[in-house]
């Protein structure tokens, strides 16, 4: 399989990034105010799509990586999956004791905190491994 070099991986996520940013703030504000359902729903997921296509990328960046690459993607992963995992239980038992009040709009900051951490932890890793986590 050829590579996926990391310049043209952060080329494509910078501009999927570009549209995702331009679809929440050009269109998103009027998945509420949509009359209809379909255009709601259509509005509401339109920002997932450039997401969905971003872990298209990442996985075969991933894919063309070496074994060590592969490892460090792994732990990086299920660093951000532990973090994210233990948020989210403190959130609910706080939430169910009354503690704080969440709405379902909390659930749109599970992906970024997900990827964030993950990017974290990967350089960090790669770090650890000898500059491996930005290649």
């Not at 991986?9 to 009027?30: G, K, N, S, T």
């Not at 997921?45 to 971003?54: H, N």
């Not at 298209?56 to 995992?85: C, F, N, P, Y």
């Given at each position: 399989m050829p590579r996926y070099t990391e310049k043209a991986y952060r080329r494509h996520m910078w501009l999927l990034m570009v549209i995702y940013v331009a679809l929440m703030l050009l269109e998103w504000p009027h998945a509420r105010g949509a009359v209809s359902l379909p255009l709601k729903a259509?509005?509401?997921?339109a920002p997932t799509v450039p997401v969905i296509v971003l872990l298209w990328l990442l996985a075969k960046r991933v894919m063309s990586s070496d074994e060590l690459?592969?490892?460090?993607?792994?732990?990086?992963?299920?660093?951000?999956?532990g973090v994210l995992a233990v948020l989210s239980m403190i959130g609910g038992f706080l939430a169910a004791a009354g503690a704080i009040h969440l709405d379902g709009d909390i659930l749109i900051w599970v992906f970024p905190v997900l990827f964030m951490t993950y990017g974290v932890a990967h350089v960090v890793l790669g770090k650890r491994y000898g500059g491996m986590g930005c290649e």
């Amino acid at each position: 399989m050829p590579r996926y070099t990391e310049k043209a991986y952060r080329r494509h996520m910078w501009l999927l990034m570009v549209i995702y940013v331009a679809l929440m703030l050009l269109e998103w504000p009027h998945a509420r105010g949509a009359v209809s359902l379909p255009l709601k729903a259509m509005l509401a997921l339109a920002p997932t799509v450039p997401v969905i296509v971003l872990l298209w990328l990442l996985a075969k960046r991933v894919m063309s990586s070496d074994e060590l690459q592969q490892r460090l993607h792994l732990m990086a992963l299920s660093i951000a999956t532990g973090v994210l995992a233990v948020l989210s239980m403190i959130g609910g038992f706080l939430a169910a004791a009354g503690a704080i009040h969440l709405d379902g709009d909390i659930l749109i900051w599970v992906f970024p905190v997900l990827f964030m951490t993950y990017g974290v932890a990967h350089v960090v890793l790669g770090k650890r491994y000898g500059g491996m986590g930005c290649e």
